[in-house]
């Protein structure tokens, strides 16, 4: 069974530019999460998906921060204008259900805003 | 609200040596408690969970850890360290009502030859 697969891996942009990441989950996981984890730090949720469903937002900056799950599968996070706080991985899990199913994790991408 | 603190930001024990990570929990509801680890440059990868039942967990790669409500604590231990196990582990807790994890900042052990 495939994992949960991000890209690009890393991702070197300046500031003010515009970036978007991309997740596949593992097949038939209908839960998909966001989170960001910065240096030193365990990962922060940012947003969760019940299948294209944006459940649970509210620590997303939408001020930023996008994120669309169209069909239900894929998922893509953006961010437009990048700020040099933004510089972090940005993790992506998904899991079979909601509820207590175990989080998957993908590889993340690494983003470096110089 | 819940809320996770891992004691020790670097933990380095001898190989063959007893693995001991704490974490210490806050939840005013039944908590779900997780451990992960992280290789270099990998995503998180689940070690061992606890939701109901038995207090004492049994994970992959020779790993367990407690329950101890009393204390509010899911210490993660292994008898005997590898290096192999050299990687930065992280708690988490949940509980029913969220599906949210929230992590501890992590621990990175470092097992010595």
């Known amino acids: 069974e495939a994992g949960v697969v991000q890209s690009p891996r890393y991702k070197i942009i300046e500031k003010k530019q515009p970036v978007a990441f991309w997740c596949n989950p593992i097949?038939?996981?209908?839960?998909l999460y966001w989170y960001r984890q910065n240096l030193g730090q365990g990962p922060e949720l940012l947003i969760r998906?019940?299948?294209?469903?944006?459940?649970?937002d509210s620590q997303l900056p939408k001020d930023r921060f996008s994120a669309e799950r169209l069909k239900g599968v894929d998922s893509t996070l953006k961010i437009q204008p990048a700020e040099l706080g933004d510089s972090a991985v940005y993790l992506c899990?998904?899991?079979?259900?909601?509820?207590?199913?175990?989080?998957?994790f993908g590889p993340g991408t690494r983003l470096t805003v110089l | 609200a819940q809320s996770v603190t891992q004691l020790g930001s670097h933990v380095s024990v001898s190989e063959g040596a007893l693995v001991l990570l704490r974490c210490n929990y806050s939840s005013s509801v039944p908590p779900y408690l997780f451990w992960y680890v992280q290789y270099p440059n990998q995503g998180l990868q689940l070690l061992l969970k606890y939701t109901t039942g038995a207090t004492l967990v049994k994970g992959i790669n020779g790993f367990e850890a407690e329950f101890k409500k009393s204390e509010t604590s899911f210490h993660l231990t292994k008898p005997s360290a590898h290096m192999s196990d050299a990687a930065e582990y992280f708690c988490a807790v949940s509980v029913s009502s969220s599906y949210k994890l929230i992590f501890g900042s992590g621990t990175r052990l470092l097992v010595r030859p």
């Open positions: 899990a998904s899991s079979p259900d909601r509820g207590q199913d175990t989080q998957y």
């Open positions: 998906y019940e299948n294209e469903e944006a459940v649970d």
């Open positions: 097949s038939g996981h209908n839960t």
